[in-house]
């Protein structure tokens, strides 16, 4: 089963190809802008080197926030670009939050698992899980104090490219992880995704959005 798998949502264009679960190859470079310039020909260059089509493919997987708004548009936009050209083609969207509980090792788990994801303003993007990796609450944007409040009291594992800086001061928490993951890995969005294939699980590519996009008008 070859699947592909991409990301741009976040500060870095990641792409990776996968044969059940071996990497066959991939891509990945950390950039503010400009993703979308570089997508398509590095999902090229690493199907052609595998000498491998878009037909060949049976999965494809995109990540769909919450992050960029540029980026996330952008992936799912190139990933729904794929399922008309190629109809057979099974598409699913991930997000970011099951991509990182997914790379969680079972010894790892605690009683309250928090994904937290950068935001770039004061607030973070949350979502928690209990041992057995079921969704505890809906993604949101949060406040450091109302996440401290929902955590406080429990062992918790923290994971994603917002602990660091969540943890810029003393939380108080009763920790039993921490993972201080720079950015999302793409072999972890194709994993979850092969595991939403085998559940037939799989949903059609939609962006995750959790505030309005920062805008402003020129004068």
């Known amino acids: ?28 470079k950390d950039m503010d802008f400009g993703q979308a310039e570089i997508l398509l020909p590095q999902i090229s260059a690493v199907l052609k080197q595998n000498s491998l089509s878009v037909k060949d493919l049976d999965l494809l997987a995109v990540c769909v926030g919450p992050g960029s708004f540029t980026g996330v548009r952008a992936s799912i936009a190139c ?11 099974n598409v699913t969207g991930v997000n970011s939050f099951e991509a990182y509980l997914h790379s969680l ?12 994801i950068e935001t770039k303003r004061n607030d973070f993007y949350f979502q928690s899980f209990n041992g057995k990796r079921e969704k505890l609450c809906e993604p949101q944007a949060m406040e450091y104090g109302d996440i401290i409040d929902l955590l406080k009291g429990h062992v918790v594992t923290l994971i994603g490219d917002g602990v660091e800086r969540f943890l810029d001061k003393p939380s108080g928490l009763t920790i039993h992880t921490v993972r201080l993951d720079k950015s999302l890995s793409v072999q972890d969005l194709a994993e979850c995704a092969r595991q939403k294939f085998a559940a037939q699980k799989l949903n059609y590519p939609k962006p995750l959005y959790l505030r309005a996009p920062d805008v402003c008008v020129k004068s």
């Not at 090792?105 to 937290?116: G, P, T």
């Open 1 to 28: 089963m070859y699947t592909l798998a991409f990301d741009t949502t976040a500060e870095c264009c990641s792409v990776c190809l996968m044969k059940d679960n071996h990497l066959l190859g991939g891509y990945r």
């Open 79 to 89: 990933a729904r670009a794929f399922a008309l050209a190629a109809p057979k083609l």
């Open 105 to 116: 090792d079972d010894s790892e788990l605690s009683e309250i698992n928090a994904v937290i």
